[in-house]
């Protein structure tokens, strides 16, 4: 089955330095990758759409200049924390949609946290 | 505006019993999926079941069953046989739209999830 690596796995960092997160398709295309972001024992809320070649399309509340988003390629999509603080410390979680068949495939989440 | 309500924020069952976890939905659009994920304490999301709002019949994967009732807005995922590996937070979705592959398109609205423990 296709397969979506997430890295890190998990990551400590000091507040005010950024992160990235890399959300990669293994064995497909995605032209479309979304990054979700999870608090604990709480839903998935959806931060953003990525587009292959294209700007990232925001969800409201979203701060486009604190998640960076950048999806350079039909495999790799990224997501940057700049300047994270204690309150940006969370899950967060890549999907990916095939190219061809559709199919949504989750990575296997970033746990972020911020010291 | 789409919206996912489960209601049950944790349910218990005994092993080998079946288990059936409420899920509602709301939106004024005709077209639509519905999908269950089980997310284990490790994170990772994995998908159960899907079902499309055209489909005519309820959707079966294995041990999975999907009872969806469309005049209810309610789209219940029964689990059979629980097994102790089924403890886990599971997680009802639905998407806009319905792509040409039917099983995915789209981003997801998530509901709040409910968390499962199987007892031996």
């Known amino acids: 089955g296709a397969v979506v690596s997430q890295h890190p796995s998990w990551v400590i960092c000091k507040s005010g330095t950024s992160v990235k997160i890399e959300c990669r398709s293994l064995d497909f295309q995605a032209t479309t990758m979304f990054w979700y972001r999870q608090f604990p024992k709480q839903s998935l809320m959806l931060m953003a759409t990525?587009?292959?070649?294209?700007?990232?399309?925001?969800e409201q509340g979203v701060e486009k200049d604190k998640f960076l988003i950048n999806h350079a390629s039909l495999t790799l999509s990224t997501l940057t924390v700049t300047s994270a603080h204690p309150e940006d410390s969370s899950f967060y979680i890549c999907?990916?949609?095939?190219?061809?068949?559709?199919?949504?495939?989750f990575g296997s989440g970033t746990q972020l946290s911020v010291l | 505006a789409q919206k996912i309500t489960q209601t049950q924020p944790g349910m218990f069952v005994q092993e080998k019993e079946a288990v059936t976890l409420d899920c509602t939905y709301d939106t004024s659009d005709p077209s639509y999926g519905l999908f269950w994920y089980k997310q284990p304490s490790s994170g990772e999301m994995i998908f159960l079941i899907y079902?499309?709002?055209?489909?005519?019949q309820n959707a079966t994967e294995g041990r999975y069953s999907l009872n969806f009732q469309k005049a209810r807005k309610s789209a219940n995922l029964v689990i059979s046989a629980s097994q102790l590996g089924d403890s886990a937070m599971y997680f009802c979705?639905?998407?806009?739209?319905?792509?040409?592959?039917?099983?995915?398109?789209?981003?997801?609205?998530f509901g709040q999830g409910t968390i499962l423990t199987v007892h031996p």
């Open positions: 990525s587009n292959e070649g294209s700007k990232a399309t925001y």
């Open positions: 979705a639905m998407r806009e739209g319905q792509g040409a592959g039917g099983t995915s398109y789209g981003k997801l609205t």
């Open positions: 079902q499309g709002s055209y489909d005519q």
């Open positions: 999907s990916a949609r095939h190219l061809t068949n559709e199919k949504l495939f």
